[in-house]
């Protein structure tokens, strides 16, 4: 498993924008998905209210019981709608907003903002004419819906998630079903999937 596939930098939220380090293990989430992997030393180090958070959601994981990953298939998956299957694109700031997301106009009586028409309100578009991987797809070219959920002892779970962890070696998972999330844990990395609740 790859620590940098479990983040996600254009996330709203700036902490989850990079993995980070935790008690000398190194984390990356999206909200969704957590993994714990060892140590690499070129992130930083979390602040006291993000660490505390992580070791409240680590700790349940204590004491589970993991046994070995049900055989399950994914869906088919879609073509991707950032890069069009390509598997390559890039954000670039819209040339109309300047990467505001709105413009301004004045005509002479009044001042006026509205949303951007070019990029929906973004501050941003995509082009698929570039060398870097899609950062929805992954570079695969294509992507799965997000109610293609398949039921994994008992937790719903996006295929998106398990995509990344289904070919991990010795895969073993813990499902909390009252909490609606997949734990997993293949050699020295493990975290958990959050589930869908419909």
């Given at each position: 498993?790859?620590?940098?596939?479990?983040?996600?930098?254009?996330?709203?939220?700036?902490?989850?924008?990079?993995?980070?380090?935790?008690?000398?293990?190194?984390?990356?989430?999206?909200?969704?998905?957590?993994?714990?992997?060892?140590?690499?030393?070129?992130?930083?180090?979390?602040?006291?209210?993000?660490?505390?958070?992580?070791?409240?959601?680590?700790?349940?994981?204590?004491g589970k019981q993991f046994g070995p990953m049900p055989k399950?298939?994914?869906p088919d998956p879609t073509e991707c709608f950032i890069c069009a299957?390509?598997?390559?694109?890039?954000?670039?700031?819209?040339?109309e907003c300047v990467g505001e997301g709105d413009v301004y106009f004045y005509n002479g009586f009044n001042n006026y903002e509205c949303e951007c028409d070019s990029c929906g309100g973004?501050?941003?578009?995509?082009?698929q004419s570039t060398d870097e991987d899609?950062?929805?797809?992954?570079?695969?070219?294509?992507?799965?819906?997000?109610?293609?959920?398949?039921?994994?002892?008992?937790?719903?779970?996006?295929?998106?998630?398990?995509?990344?962890?289904?070919?991990a070696p010795n895969l073993e998972v813990f499902a909390d079903i009252e909490k609606k999330m997949l734990a997993f844990r293949s050699g020295d990395d493990y975290g958990l999937i959050m589930g869908l609740t419909s």
């Open positions: 498993m790859n620590i940098e596939d479990f983040y996600d930098a254009d996330e709203r939220r700036p902490d989850l924008r990079k993995p980070f380090i935790v008690d000398g293990r190194t984390i990356a989430s999206n909200g969704h998905i957590l993994m714990s992997a060892a140590l690499n030393k070129q992130y930083d180090g979390a602040g006291d209210e993000q660490a505390k958070r992580i070791r409240s959601i680590l700790s349940g994981l204590d399950i298939t994914l299957g390509a598997g390559k694109s890039s954000k670039k700031d819209c040339e973004d501050g941003f578009n995509y082009c899609c950062f929805k797809c992954r570079g695969e070219g294509v992507i799965y819906g997000w109610r293609d959920a398949p039921v994994v002892l008992g937790v719903k779970v996006n295929a998106n998630y398990l995509r990344l962890i289904i070919d």
